[in-house]
C-alpha cells in the first residue's frame, strides 16, 4: 500500500481558545437544559421505589395480622407510652431483622430495613433513625374516643380504601391527622391499603371530608354505637 506523505511544514489546526469557549458554552446550554428532566426521572425513580417500600410493609402486615388470629397490628399494641414497642420494631423483629445497632453516647439507635425509609424524605437529626412511613391509627383502633380497642380484619370494610400505610414526617409513626401526611413526591403523597394494593394522594384528596382526618376513617367500621373514629363512604 503506498503511503501518503504531508510536507513537513504542514502543522495540524488547533483549536482557538474562542472555539474552545464556545463549544464549553454550548456543552453549558445542554447540561441546563437536560437537568430538569434527570431530576424529575430521579424523583419518578425514587416514588417508584417508595411505593415498592410502601407495598413490602403492607404485604409483611397482612402476614402479622394472618399469624396473629386477624387481629390488625397496632401502632403501639402495649399502649404504653414508656416503654413502647411500635408497629414497625413488632415487623423488623418477626420479618426483617434490625440491619444495625448504633451507640451515641449513652443512647443506642436502630437502622431498620431499607424498606421502612422512604429515598424522597431527608431525616433530621433527633429522627435520623426513624422509619418515614406511618400506621394509620384510626383503622388499628386506637384513636377510638373511649380509648383504644383492639379490632379484627372483619372490621374493614373496604380494603380498597382503607389506608394502612403511608408517608409519614419523620419522628410521626402514626397517621392521625392530615397535618401529619407529607407530600415528598412532587405534591403527591404515597400509601398503601388494606387489600395490598399501593398508590398515591395528591393534597385535595386527603382533605375530604375533612382537613383534620381526611380520608383516614374510610373503609372500616367501629361498634355500632360509635360515630367518632370512622365515616362511611356513601
Not at 211 to 220: A, I, K
Amino acid at each position: 500500500m503506498k503511503k501518503t506523505h504531508f510536507p513537513n511544514n504542514v502543522t495540524p489546526r488547533r483549536f482557538t481558545l474562542i472555539e474552545l469557549l464556545v463549544v464549553i458554552a454550548i456543552i453549558a446550554i445542554l447540561a441546563a437544559m437536560l437537568m430538569p428532566a434527570l431530576q424529575q426521572a430521579r424523583e419518578t425513580a425514587k416514588g417508584t421505589n417508595c411505593l415498592s417500600n410502601l407495598k413490602q410493609i403492607g404485604f409483611y402486615n397482612r402476614l402479622y395480622q394472618e399469624e396473629s388470629g386477624d387481629w390488625i397490628l397496632q401502632r403501639d399494641p402495649g399502649h404504653d407510652s414508656t416503654v413502647a414497642k411500635y408497629w414497625y420494631k413488632i415487623l423488623s423483629e418477626k420479618y426483617a431483622p434490625v440491619r444495625q445497632t448504633i451507640n451515641v453516647g449513652s443512647n443506642y439507635y436502630r437502622l431498620y430495613a431499607g424498606f421502612f425509609y422512604c429515598p424522597s424524605t431527608t431525616p433530621t437529626v433527633d429522627n435520623a433513625f426513624s422509619p418515614s412511613y406511618g400506621i394509620n391509627t384510626w383503622l388499628t383502633g386506637e384513636n377510638h374516643q373511649a380509648g383504644p380497642i383492639f379490632r379484627k380484619t372483619t372490621s374493614i370494610t373496604r380494603p380498597s380504601i382503607a389506608i394502612l400505610h403511608a408517608d409519614a414526617k419523620y419522628g410521626y409513626e402514626t397517621l392521625k391527622y392530615v397535618s401529619y401526611l407529607p407530600f415528598p413526591h412532587k405534591e403527591r403523597i404515597n400509601l398503601v391499603f388494606a387489600d395490598g394494593h399501593t398508590g398515591s394522594y395528591v393534597p385535595a384528596q386527603c382533605n375530604v371530608p375533612d382537613t383534620y382526618m381526611g380520608p383516614l376513617r374510610y373503609g372500616f367500621k367501629c361498634i355500632p354505637s360509635c360515630t367518632y373514629c370512622w365515616r362511611d363512604l356513601k
